[in-house]
């Protein structure tokens, strides 16, 4: 029987695309400039599938790419090397919620919203929020170690992932981490800790136990209006340097606010030259007292307004309006490259000058949104694709911007991962000893590099497909 008869005979025929029509669905993630057509496109219903396709691909020697959402940034699920895509989507249970122990046991395919959605009955959250909660998956958001806008005070992914189901490229299926019926941690190496991040090259999640956190007694969420990013950026190093440590600080500039505004209609100034969104959780007297100091701060540096959201329904739409600020972008350009870099928080003022004269410097605009907090910038850098001059000066700038950020100490990606595209800006910031030990311990999972091939490590190969479908796009 065929390599493809026995996929088939596995998921069914209606779970196996081949279509060049339905192909086109796979061809990117959310980064639109890197696309590749795979040649299939496998759908398993459930975790035995998953197993029985992985042990077929392995028995051919067919390379997979795992795919939850398809809402990576950074290229992460390009089916090269004749790799099929293993899309997880269709394993999307709730498995169990454990409210004693504020524990879920999800499927990698649940979309990371559902799960606050069924533990809030129980007076529980899920606490990673990623700005693409009500898409992206647990499985992705496991393989890029996801963060967002709440991750400042209670961390990412991997410090509410106790333990995960991996199946290894051979088609063997582990558990790592905790123990899954006890939640119980397990002595020996931090092998979960090890995957979450891997990018899908060290075998394909099925299921994962995650951390619920109570939810905190009050929550106050402050909208500060600046004239100026200078001034945002000076009050969030100033709220840290209090001892103040906030659920989550979110900074938008001049031209994202308008965007937003104009898009979603939820109030922002439409003259601010920046806003922070600042959130303090926890006990009611604390919090109040932090809001306080907060405000003083930020009115210190300049802050012109401050308002608090006064309801429920308020708090949430202002995020709502946040999180959805990258769809905004379609009202103001034609395409749009993100970029995630890193910088210590007391840098931020500098990164963003820098970025304000790269754009000046490329006649291409650049807004910002942003978790400030963890100093993890997210510049837009606005283009039109039609124009090969423009696709060149966006991908440029944002290269530049990411060299700015390593010469301030920082790093080339805070949560969206490496993929295809940061590849050439691996060996900036790491060793080729660095380099070397992590393809070493890659090879400990998946020794013949048949799981998401041709990412995160430079190679002569891989470089070369690069450039040649850059100079042909060109
Ligand atoms: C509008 C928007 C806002 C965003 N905001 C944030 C943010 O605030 N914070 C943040 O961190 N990211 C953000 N992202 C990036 C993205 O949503 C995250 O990286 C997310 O975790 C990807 O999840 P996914 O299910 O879409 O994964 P995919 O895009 O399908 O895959 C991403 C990576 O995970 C691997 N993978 C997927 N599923 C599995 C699995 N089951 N087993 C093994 N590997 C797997 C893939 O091979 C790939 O390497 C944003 C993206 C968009 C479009």
């Not at 065929?2 to 998921?11: A, G, L, R, Y």
């Not at 558990?175 to 119980?184: C, P, Q, Y």
């Not at 439409?270 to 959780?281: C, H, K, Q, R, T």
């Amino acid at each position: 029987m065929s390599f493809q008869d026995q996929i088939i005979e596995i998921v069914g025929a209606e779970a196996f695309i081949e279509e060049p029509e339905r192909l086109i669905v796979y061809e990117c993630d959310a980064l639109t400039l890197e696309k590749f057509i795979p040649h299939a496109v496998v759908l398993p219903a459930n975790r035995e599938e998953v197993i029985a396709v992985v042990r077929c691909c392995h028995t051919h020697g067919v390379p997979i790419v795992p795919r939850g959402a398809g809402t990576s940034l950074s290229g992460s699920v390009l089916a090269m090397e004749g790799a099929i895509v293993l899309c997880l989507s269709r394993l999307q249970s709730i498995v169990h919620i454990d409210p004693d122990n504020q524990r879920a046991l999800v499927e990698a395919g649940c979309v990371n919203a559902w799960i606050t959605r069924a533990a809030q009955p129980h007076g529980l959250y899920y606490a990673p929020d990623p700005s693409s909660q009500y898409a992206c998956t647990i499985g992705g958001n496991i393989a890029t170690n996801s963060g967002g806008p709440h991750t400042l005070k209670h961390g990412v992914t991997t410090n509410h992932v106790l333990g995960l189901e991996c199946i290894l490229p051979s088609g063997e299926a582990i558990w790592l981490g905790a123990d899954m019926d006890s939640g119980d941690d397990t002595p020996g190496l931090d092998l979960r800790g090890v995957l979450i991040g891997s990018e899908g090259m060290f075998g394909v999640v099925t299921r994962a136990l995650v951390r619920l956190l109570p939810e905190p007694e009050t929550r106050e969420t402050l909208l500060v209006v600046f004239d100026s990013v200078d001034q945002a950026s000076c009050s969030v190093g100033d709220i840290i340097r209090e001892g103040i440590v906030p659920g989550a600080i979110e900074m938008m500039d001049a031209l994202i606010t308008q965007a937003v505004e104009e898009a979603y209609h939820f109030g922002f100034p439409l003259d601010a030259g920046a806003i922070l969104i600042v959130e303090l959780d926890g006990h009611q007297e604390q919090v109040l007292s932090e809001s306080e100091q907060t405000q003083s701060i930020c009115r210190a540096n300049g802050a012109r307004e401050v308002r608090r959201a006064e309801t429920t329904q308020q708090r949430a739409e202002l995020w709502k309006s946040r999180k959805r600020a990258f769809g905004a972008i379609g009202r103001i350009s034609p395409n749009y490259l993100t970029q995630d870099g890193v910088v210590p928080r007391s840098r931020l003022p500098d990164i963003m000058n820098y970025i304000s004269e790269i754009s000046k410097a490329c006649h291409l605009r650049i807004c910002n949104v942003f978790h400030a907090g963890d100093g993890n910038i997210h510049p837009l850098i606005l283009f039109d694709e039609r124009d090969p001059d423009q696709v060149q000066r966006a991908v440029q700038a944002g290269e530049d911007i990411l060299m700015r950020c390593l010469e301030l100490g920082g790093s080339v990606s805070g949560e969206h991962g490496i993929g295809v595209e940061k590849i050439p800006l691996m060996n900036k910031q790491f060793t080729p000893e660095d380099l070397q030990a992590m393809k070493d311990l890659r090879h400990v999972f998946d020794p013949q590099e048949k799981c998401n091939p041709h990412k995160m490590f430079p190679s002569a190969r891989r470089c070369a497909d690069f450039v040649a479908r850059k100079q042909a796009s060109v």
